[in-house]
């Protein structure tokens, strides 16, 4: 069993700079994605950027050049650097652990963290 927990977020001005992370706790297997998804104010949730146990990035197009997703050493806590944010970037994130490979992997997300973003 793997408990995310994210941290960061908040209220946040137009061009803001504020960064997210996700600390994991429990057994990570060695093949897994770490990644953050949102949810806007009545749309679906969408990724935003994830990164493979190999250290392949992938971000959605809306937030290329813009937001950074990383982490740690140990592999165990995932951030996402978020940078020249917009009011369309407001929404809840949240974090998300594909663990395992891909026919055989469990999935687990945190709580969400709130990210408003006033213009």
């Known amino acids: 069993q793997v408990q995310l927990v994210e941290s960061g977020g908040g209220l946040v001005q137009a061009g803001g700079s504020p960064r997210l992370s996700c600390a994991a706790s429990?057994?990570?297997?060695?093949?897994?994605?770490q990644g953050w998804y949102r949810q806007g104010p009545g749309k679906q949730r969408e990724l935003v950027a994830d990164?493979?146990?190999?250290?392949?990035?992938n971000y959605v197009d809306s937030v290329k050049g813009r937001f950074t997703i990383s982490r740690d050493v140990a592999k165990t806590t995932v951030y996402l650097q978020m940078n020249s944010l917009k009011p369309e970037d407001t929404g809840a994130y949240y974090c998300?652990?594909?663990?395992?490979?891909?026919?055989?992997?469990?999935?687990?997300w945190g709580q969400g963290t709130q990210v408003t973003v006033s213009s």
């Open positions: 429990g057994t990570l297997l060695s093949r897994n994605t």
């Open positions: 990164i493979t146990h190999t250290g392949f990035i």
């Open positions: 998300n652990l594909e663990n395992g490979p891909f026919a055989e992997k469990n999935v687990y």
